[in-house]
């Protein structure tokens, strides 16, 4: 059985050598999982510069990879464009990204070793899911099909707190009002509806695994349809109209 570790208070690390465990952004800042993934773009930044994925797998989405030939005539085009460049090139950099928008632009190197370790997909069925329900998406496209979740208070109760809320590249408190709560109920739901052969549990620390049934989660009623690829259904709606 996979588990996925998710950055609520009360999360259960697994124990080295014994069970297979995914985690999620910066719980490489407390452990190794067997793959971590992260989507948002400061902490896929901080787990670049920290070195993390020279010996480590590291799954980051849909990256377009340029080798490191071609980062000067981009700079000379975002320069032009008057768009903010942050560089984060080192000297054994080899390939990079481009990440951002026209706000700041950030061009982040990649050296050989972690091009290695580094996981790219392109699902279009996980397009703008959070990191969790990447992970949790990721593992049920991959054929896992007993799936365990601890650390996801906030799908599991109203624990909306996080390990890491106040530390670089986190929000200072996250409550019933944050988006990524709301989002991310709304993914889990319908991952849970498309992937309907695929057993999910949680676990904490309080209780024994409990099987997820979509439809009797009690926010089931009340959150807004997600579809999958596309983004909330109230979204899709108006941009087709």
Same mark, same amino acid.
């Given at each position: 059985?996979?588990?996925?570790?998710?950055?609520?208070?009360?999360?259960?690390?697994? %124990?080295?050598?014994?069970d297979?465990?995914?985690?999620?952004?910066?719980f490489?800042?407390?452990a190794?999982?067997?793959?971590?993934?992260?989507?948002?773009?400061?902490?896929?930044?901080?787990?670049?510069?920290?070195?993390y994925?020279?010996?480590?797998k *590291?799954?980051v989405?849909d990256?377009?990879?340029?080798?490191?030939?071609?980062?000067?005539?981009?700079?000379?085009?975002?320069?032009?464009?008057a768009?903010?460049?942050?560089e984060?090139?080192?000297?054994?950099?080899e390939?990079f990204v *481009?990440q951002?928008?026209?706000?700041?632009?950030?061009?982040?190197?990649?050296?050989a070793?972690?091009? %290695?370790?580094?996981?790219?997909?392109?699902?279009?069925?996980?397009k703008?899911?959070?990191?969790?329900?990447?992970?949790l998406?990721?593992?049920?496209?991959?054929?896992? %099909?007993?799936?365990?979740?601890?650390?996801?208070?906030?799908?599991?109760?109203?624990?909306?707190?996080?390990?890491?809320e106040?530390?670089?590249?986190?929000?200072?408190?996250?409550?019933?009002?944050?988006? *990524?709560?709301?989002?991310?109920?709304?993914?889990f739901?319908?991952?849970?509806?498309?992937?309907?052969?695929?057993?999910?549990?949680? %676990?904490?620390?309080?209780?024994?695994?409990?099987?997820?049934?979509y439809?009797?989660?009690y926010?089931?009623?009340?959150?807004?349809?997600?579809i999958?690829?596309?983004?909330?259904?109230s979204?899709?709606?108006?941009?087709?109209?």
């Amino acid at each position: 059985m996979l588990t996925i570790v998710g950055n609520g208070k009360d999360r259960v690390i697994p %124990k080295y050598g014994k069970d297979r465990f995914w985690g999620c952004n910066a719980f490489y800042r407390d452990a190794n999982p067997e793959i971590l993934f992260t989507v948002d773009i400061p902490i896929q930044r901080e787990v670049i510069e920290w070195g993390y994925a020279e010996a480590n797998k *590291v799954a980051v989405g849909d990256w377009e990879v340029m080798p490191i030939e071609m980062l000067e005539p981009l700079k000379e085009t975002f320069s032009a464009l008057a768009v903010p460049i942050v560089e984060s090139i080192f000297p054994d950099t080899e390939f990079f990204v *481009v990440q951002g928008d026209e706000e700041e632009t950030t061009f982040l190197g990649l050296s050989a070793a972690q091009m %290695k370790n580094i996981i790219m997909y392109n699902y279009p069925e996980l397009k703008n899911l959070f990191c969790g329900m990447s992970a949790l998406g990721y593992a049920m496209l991959n054929g896992e %099909k007993e799936i365990t979740l601890t650390g996801f208070n906030a799908l599991e109760n109203d624990n909306f707190s996080n390990q890491y809320e106040g530390t670089p590249n986190y929000s200072y408190k996250y409550t019933s009002e944050s988006r *990524v709560l709301n989002a991310q109920r709304s993914q889990f739901l319908s991952l849970l509806e498309r992937f309907t052969d695929v057993d999910v549990f949680f %676990k904490n620390p309080l209780t024994e695994m409990v099987e997820v049934k979509y439809n009797e989660l009690y926010y089931y009623e009340n959150s807004e349809r997600w579809i999958l690829g596309e983004g909330f259904e109230s979204d899709t709606m108006r941009y087709n109209c």
